[in-house]
């Protein structure tokens, strides 16, 4: 019998990362993707392990632990890693394309957005034009900082850009850490937040090459190289469905509610689903997807 195929193990990292998780908008987190992680690198016969992503970005948290558990997993096991950046990898979605030995992108790829943005809005205006009156109570002077509806205090803006320049601090060592002398651009240029596409980026050294998975795994592996996708984490409507069959005994025990309770809180859901969908929606769109 000859040598067997050459297998790598692919797992797929989709979405805004952290943040409100939807049927219409579900996003990523280390829960989210830990298991297939472990199966993909878990895996004796893979010879690598390649990482897709197409990410705008969201929690600079849940990004580092994804980043984090990845490298910890190839050190672990021992075998490489390939991360390829699809429409995007930016932001936090750039963040766990470090977690790759090597970062591929299409050419036409938006990569970069090394930098850290909140974004809010202000209705102080909108209350007094309505007559609303904001009563807010609190122990503690700062806990109230940054509230919508007051007036904007300068001393809680200085206190937010000071904790958005200790993360961007903390996104900065980390590309420096994985990408360290492949970098070719001035700091000043590379850490503005800016984004470039994925031609540009190979130039910045922001990443190693273009192509696409299949090529560039059997341009390492050879042209009979199988790609196995891993996915063993369920998703949401899965573990919606799980919820409800473990819950069912517990309902039925149990007082039916009113027609009009299960309205306002469906009415509810669907609010709350449809502006998590919104601010979804809003990280996409800086991106012009």
Known sequence: ?????????????TGVIGGQSTPLSPSLTLASCAADL????TNSQAKAVAIAINSPGGSPVQSALIT??????????????FTFIEDVGASGGYMLALAGDEIYADE????GSIGVVSAGFGFKKLIDKVGVERRIYTAGTSK???????????????HLKKLQEEVHESFK???RDHRGDKLSAPEDEL????FWTGATAKTLGLIDGLGDMRAVMQEKFGDKTKLKLVHVSGGLFRRNKNAAE???????????PSAAAMMAGEAANLVETGLAALEARAHWNRFGL
């Open 191 to 194: 850490f503005n937040g800016a």
């Open 68 to 81: 984090k558990r990845v490298r910890a997993l190839a050190k672990e096991h021992e075998k490489p890693v």
């Open 108 to 111: 036409n790829s938006v990569v």
């Open 173 to 175: 060592q980390m590309v």
């Open 38 to 41: 472990e199966a993909a690198f």
């Open 246 to 256: 473990v819950g069912a005994p517990a309902a039925a025990a149990t007082a039916s």
């Open 144 to 158: 109230a900082m940054l509230d919508p509806f007051q007036e904007e205090n300068p001393k809680d803006v200085a």
């Open 1 to 13: 019998m000859g040598e067997p195929e050459p297998l790598v193990t692919v797992v797929r990292l």
